[in-house]
């Protein structure tokens, strides 16, 4: 089955850096023309939006995480990443990709024959 699989998360101290990365579990899927994006969800928080991009590279970010963090597509738009420096105790979360016409957020669905959700967990120790 073909997923959309999240990693490079982990456990670093205050001020560190992350790069999550985000790519279908089959080479080849493009994102083709929708926006994507990093949503992110702490236990007992809601989901948050941090930050999106658009087919033709316009980016967006939560407010909480501007001017720490860098997101990015390659050029063939196959590979999402997230560029988190700086990071705070309180990014600590799971950290999801998905494209928000998919309307999954922080939740696991399937939309365009693929599984979205599953997550990488990022934790920041003060």
């Known amino acids: 089955e073909l997923r959309m699989v999240e990693s490079g998360g982990g456990s670093v101290q205050s001020g560190g850096s992350l790069t999550l990365s985000c790519t279908a579990s089959?080479?080849?899927?493009?994102?083709?023309?929708?926006?994507m994006a990093w949503y992110r969800q702490a236990p007992g928080n809601k989901c948050e939006l941090v930050s999106s991009i658009s087919a033709d590279g316009t980016t967006t970010y939560a407010d909480s995480v501007s001017g720490r963090f860098t997101v990015s597509q390659d050029n063939r738009r196959t590979t999402l990443s997230l560029q988190m420096d700086n990071l705070r105790p309180e990014d600590t979360a799971w950290y999801y990709c998905?494209?928000?016409?998919?309307?999954?957020?922080?939740?696991?669905?399937?939309?365009?024959?693929?599984?979205w959700g599953q997550g990488t967990q990022v934790t920041v120790s003060s």
């Open positions: 998905a494209a928000p016409s998919a309307g999954v957020g922080c939740s696991r669905g399937y939309w365009r024959g693929m599984y």
């Open positions: 089959r080479s080849g899927f493009l994102f083709e023309d929708f926006d």
